[in-house]
């Protein structure tokens, strides 16, 4: 696993950009790597930011953390979204939890995520979804 905390300079050819902040869910490194990915993991958004300042990942996996106390946003997710958007071809995976799905809904309007995956997040879920991108990747389809 990659912690760019602890490279300098990292432009993988493959990149997978990870973001675990809460986490809870295993530690999908391995998988992605089967999937041809080069996995970068940052442990903030603030982190996450930072680094897309330097790659363009083909992937970023990031949480939804919903934060009621935001102003003018349901949470740090938005940041990254906006950064993500000025690169099409990354594609998007987000780990939500149920009971905010109605505020994720929110950001489907706005934004199309490649995939959303509500908790508990398995390594069969992630190998699905990961096989998906292959498959859409492959056949130049569009997400």
């Known amino acids: 696993m990659n912690n760019l905390s602890h490279?300098?300079?990292?432009?993988?050819?493959?990149?997978?950009l990870a973001i675990v902040e809460l986490g809870g869910y295993p530690d999908f490194s391995r998988l992605y790597k089967r999937h041809g990915y080069q996995p970068i993991i940052v442990f903030s958004m603030r982190k996450a930011l930072a680094a897309l300042k330097t790659i363009t990942p083909r992937v970023?996996?990031?949480?939804?953390?919903?934060?009621?106390?935001?102003?003018?946003r349901t949470s740090s997710l938005e940041s990254?979204?906006?950064?993500?958007?000025q690169?099409?071809?990354?594609?998007?995976?987000?780990?939500?939890?149920?009971?905010?799905?109605?505020?994720?809904?929110?950001?489907?309007?706005?934004y199309k995520f490649f995939a959303t995956l509500a908790y508990p997040v398995n390594e069969a879920m992630m190998q699905q979804t990961l096989a998906r991108l292959a498959t859409c990747q492959n056949t130049s389809k569009p997400a």
């Open 7 to 16: 490279q300098a300079n990292v432009n993988p050819t493959n990149p997978l």
């Open 60 to 72: 970023i996996v990031a949480e939804f953390n919903y934060q009621s106390d935001f102003r003018d």
């Open 80 to 85: 990254l979204i906006a950064v993500a958007q």
């Open 87 to 110: 690169h099409p071809q990354i594609r998007l995976i987000v780990f939500f939890e149920k009971q905010h799905e109605h505020q994720l809904q929110q950001l489907r309007a706005r």
